[in-house]
């Protein structure tokens, strides 16, 4: 495995899709549920080895608000490997000062698994390491009328003047206030689109697509990914300076 291997300044957070569970089940013979199980191995994989390189932030979309739409037993499903993961990894995150956060609509959740995850995120409230982002119930979309509707209300309570809305207040009153917005978003199972995820953060992300799905993504290929990402140059829309 070659990730060179170290971590471009350039590259503090990475954001990624994790498509493809179930055609992996698919393609093994397997119901739907097992390669969310495969899927969850795969999360474990990716946690470690970004918090070994020493990236800063690592977004991971657990659960879509367009996720809800699907089979009840499904999403029950989804819903209990998530408790699974938050009780069997609390002590192994604490241990490796990764700080848990979550972003979504989580009101959503049920009461006794919001619970579990709001402790987990409190017993590693004091990590120094790596940020594990998970979204869960989370819509791009949602996010942003969210904030929107906060910057109304303080408007209308004249707490706020409209002229004085801009893209760093708006960005203040999004569910990653705090976080730097992702240098890089990668999107596993062969789709190209990015499913209503971070929109606004990612205005000048550089993104991978793999058709690799998700239960088989490895440290290797994430690895090589990163060595694209030092080949890339990132101009923020504005001109290189030697030109």
Same mark, same amino acid.
């Given at each position: 495995m070659n990730v060179g291997n170290l971590l471009p300044s350039t590259l503090r957070h990475i954001a990624m899709i994790m498509d493809g569970n179930g055609r992996w089940a698919e393609k093994h013979g397997r119901p739907r549920v097992k390669g969310h199980e495969a899927g969850a191995k795969t999360v474990d994989r990716m946690v470690s080895y970004c918090s070994g390189i020493g990236l800063e932030v690592l977004t991971l979309y657990a659960f879509s608000s367009e996720n809800w739409q699907r089979p009840v037993f499904e999403v029950s499903a989804l819903m209990s490997l998530l *408790?699974? @993961?938050?009780? *069997? !990894?609390?002590?192994?995150?604490?241990?490796?000062? %990764?700080r848990l956060r979550a972003i979504g609509r989580l009101q959503r /959740? !049920?009461?006794?698994? *919001?619970? !579990?995850?709001?402790? &987990? %995120? /409190?017993?590693?409230?004091? #990590?120094?390491?790596? %940020?594990?982002?998970?979204? %869960?119930? @989370? #819509? #791009?979309?949602?996010?942003?009328?969210?904030?929107?509707?906060? /910057?109304?209300?303080? &408007?209308q309570n004249g707490e706020l003047r409209c002229d004085e809305i801009n893209d760093e207040l708006l960005s203040r009153h999004l569910y990653t206030a705090g976080l730097p917005d992702p240098d890089m978003m990668i999107r596993t199972g062969g789709e190209f689109r990015v499913s209503n995820f971070l929109l606004w953060q990612s205005a000048y992300t550089e993104l @991978?697509?793999?058709?690799?799905?998700?239960?088989?993504?490895s440290a290797e290929e994430l690895g090589r990914i990163i060595d694209d990402f030092k080949c890339r140059e990132r101009r923020f829309g504005r001109v290189p300076e030697n030109k």
């Open positions: *408790r699974h @993961y938050l009780r *069997r !990894e609390d002590k192994r995150l604490k241990k490796n000062n %990764i /959740l !049920e009461p006794g698994l *919001r619970r !579990e995850l709001e402790r &987990v %995120i /409190l017993d590693t409230s004091s #990590g120094n390491g790596m %940020i594990l982002n998970l979204a %869960i119930s @989370y #819509g #791009g979309r949602d996010e942003l009328c969210d904030a929107a509707a906060e /910057l109304c209300r303080q &408007v @991978y697509f793999t058709e690799t799905l998700w239960p088989d993504f």
